[in-house]
């Protein structure tokens, strides 16, 4: 469903602040979030419930280095689909999600390609074993165009909150 002005979450400086600040460290304990917010703990915790609640929160990660656990090689694959029907994305989608490797997937437009994966493993080896293996063994995949990642000069999950009033 598309996102319309009904269904966005007023977000107010204090929020946005919480949020700014679990975005750098989710870790962060409720009175240590209170601290560098400028809150007691117990309006902090309930504000924190509140966007949880409403679904801004969504989830607390650890994000882990992957080239010291080994996983130094990073793929960006264009795919392109023989046929453009809910039924065959659904099924490359179902599919893809099965696969760990898979970082990032997006439906996209603007390329010739259908889909826009990021993947992460080991070397290139592994991606030959994974592209010959699994993706280009999808039911509708027509095309298949890799890069590589040579430096990571932007890594970020974080959004950008400034344009929240």
Not at 6 to 22: A, C, V, Y
Not at 81 to 94: G, L, Y
Not at 101 to 112: A, F, P, R, S
């Amino acid at each position: 469903m598309p996102t319309t002005s009904e269904n966005l979450i007023k977000i107010d400086k204090t929020d946005r602040r919480i949020l700014e600040q679990l975005q750098q460290d989710g870790s962060l304990t409720n009175q240590e979030l209170a601290d560098k917010v400028g809150l007691s703990p117990s309006p902090c915790l309930r504000r924190v419930r509140a966007m949880e609640d409403a679904g801004v929160i969504v989830r607390k990660v650890t994000i882990l280095d992957h080239k010291k656990l080994g996983l130094s090689l990073t793929a960006i694959i264009l795919i392109g689909m023989d046929r453009h029907t809910p039924e065959r994305f659904a099924a490359f989608e179902e599919q893809v999600a099965e696969y760990p490797e898979v970082q990032e997937c997006y439906l996209i437009t603007g390329q010739d390609a259908d889909y826009m994966l990021k993947v992460v493993v080991p070397d290139m080896d592994h991606y030959h074993h994974f592209l010959l293996n699994r993706i280009t063994r999808i039911q509708g995949v027509s095309g298949v165009h890799s890069s590589f990642v040579l430096r990571r000069v932007i890594d970020s999950t974080a959004l950008p909150l400034g344009y929240l009033s």
